[in-house]
Structure formats: structure tokens, C-alpha cells
């Protein structure tokens, strides 16, 4: 799927489909609360597990897949809070399938395998605006599922550590809500967090480019160091 296409889908909050599986959609914030921020979280943390994480070299066939269902198959706990993460973004219950030369999570008459669960984690970081830290941040599964993802790793998989910021989605709806932009509470909780972050970084682009055009007429600024060109309001967002 091509990532235009993806950024449309999310933007419009709409259902996503994912070869094999079916439809991906990112929750509004509202079913988010719904559910409690800190659950969700760790949704996120359990479907987005991934190998770059992992200390030593792994071999090139290991794929996220493979910690993600070792972890589900030998770890109750995990797997309590994988499947309901995949219910969430699915609308189907997961089942554990394997076959004699190959393992997938069943979802419906869908399901989720080594051939899309990289295109699930994608739309799910960016749907939720998530990036991936290159550097081991998991802590371990208990023993049963250490010793299977040993044998396919030979390391250990571990959860991301929470990373302390100056904003935070709760502060970026309160200012989208009190801001003078036409919207309210009521409107940003309908909306998903991408389609959040997304109002986020067009305002301040926004505020930035008038703040900069009044500046120049005020004097204040000179307006040969400005290429106009390249703080347009509607410019591409990085």
C-alpha cells in the first residue's frame, strides 16, 4: 500500500485494508478513553514489539512476527493483552494457528502472519504517532517464553520504556480545544490521534507563518533571510 494512501486513510479515519487480514482501524480518542489511556498504551507496546530493539545480532530470518507470537503462545499475560489489542484495531478475536511449516494468529476469516505484520506495525505508528527508539528497550517475558524466542533470537524481548515529554497528547487536545480554531472537546474526541497530531502541526505552522508575514510588515524581521516558500502554512508536514 502506498504511504499516500495510507496518511488519506488516517487522516479521514477510515478503516485500513491490510492484505490477508481485513480492516485496520485506529480508534477515536474517545474509545480510547473509553478503554483508559494507560490500557492502550500498552496495546501499543504489545503489537509494536520490535527486533531493532533487541540487544545482540539476530539472525536476518528472525521478523517482528516471530517475538510477537512466541511471546503470545508461552505468555499469558502478553497474549491477554495482544488479543485484545488486535479486537481493538480489528473487530475479531485472535486465535493461535499453526501449521507444520508455518504459525499465524487467526482474526474471522482473516488473519495476521510473517507477510503483513510489518504493514500493521506501520499503520499503527503512525496512526498513533509512535516512533520507534533504535536502541534495546524491553524487558524480558517470563521463562517459558524467553526459552522459545532464545531459540529463535537468542536474546530476549522486552517492553518499551515510557519516555518522559514536555507534551503529551493530554496537553495537545486541552490547547486544540481552548484554541481559537472553530473546534472543541467534543469534535477532538471524535477524532483519532493521528488526526490529532495532524491539527497539532498545521496550527503551528499556521500560527508560525502569520507570526512571520506580521513580523515583516512591523519591520521587526528582515525579510531577505525569509523564503516564503518554505514556511507556507501548507506546506508538507515532515
Not at 473487530?91 to 488473519?111: A, D, F, N, R, W
Not at 503483513?116 to 517464553?145: D, H, M, W, Y
Not at 532464545?150 to 519516555?163: G, T, V, Y
Request: charged residues 25%; glycine residues 4%; contains cysteine.
Amino acid at each position: 500500500m502506498d504511504d499516500l494512501d495510507i496518511h488519506f486513510k488516517l487522516l479521514g479515519g477510515r478503516p485500513i485494508y491490510i492484505e490477508q487480514a481485513g480492516y485496520l482501524t485506529i480508534p477515536s480518542l474517545e474509545n480510547i478513553v473509553d478503554i483508559n489511556m494507560s490500557l492502550y498504551n500498552s496495546f501499543l507496546a504489545s503489537l509494536l514489539i520490535d527486533k531493532s530493539m533487541i540487544k545482540s545480532d539476530l539472525d536476518n530470518n528472525v521478523t517482528n512476527f516471530d517475538i510477537f507470537y512466541a511471546n503470545c503462545y508461552h505468555n499469558e499475560e502478553f497474549r491477554a493483552n495482544a488479543f485484545a489489542a488486535i479486537y481493538l484495531f480489528f473487530s475479531e478475536s485472535p486465535i493461535l494457528k499453526e501449521l507444520e511449516h508455518s504459525v499465524y494468529i487467526e482474526i474471522g476469516k482473516g488473519q495476521i502472519n510473517h507477510s503483513n505484520f510489518n504493514l500493521i506495525q506501520k499503520i499503527i505508528r503512525l496512526g498513533n504517532n509512535v516512533e520507534i527508539q533504535n536502541e534495546p528497550e524491553f524487558k524480558p517475558a517470563n521463562s517459558r517464553a524467553k526459552k522459545m524466542i532464545e531459540m529463535i533470537l537468542k536474546n530476549r524481548a522486552k517492553q518499551p520504556k515510557e519516555k518522559k515529554e514536555k507534551i503529551d497528547l493530554h496537553s495537545i487536545v486541552a490547547g486544540l480545544a481552548w484554541k481559537d480554531n472553530g473546534l472543541s472537546l467534543f469534535d477532538l474526541y471524535k477524532m483519532n490521534i493521528y488526526q490529532i497530531y495532524n491539527g497539532l502541526y498545521v496550527s503551528n505552522n499556521i500560527d508560525n507563518y502569520h507570526h512571520t508575514i506580521t513580523a515583516l510588515y512591523a519591520g521587526t524581521l528582515d525579510g531577505k533571510s525569509i523564503k516564503m516558500a518554505d514556511i507556507h502554512w501548507a506546506n508538507k508536514l515532515k
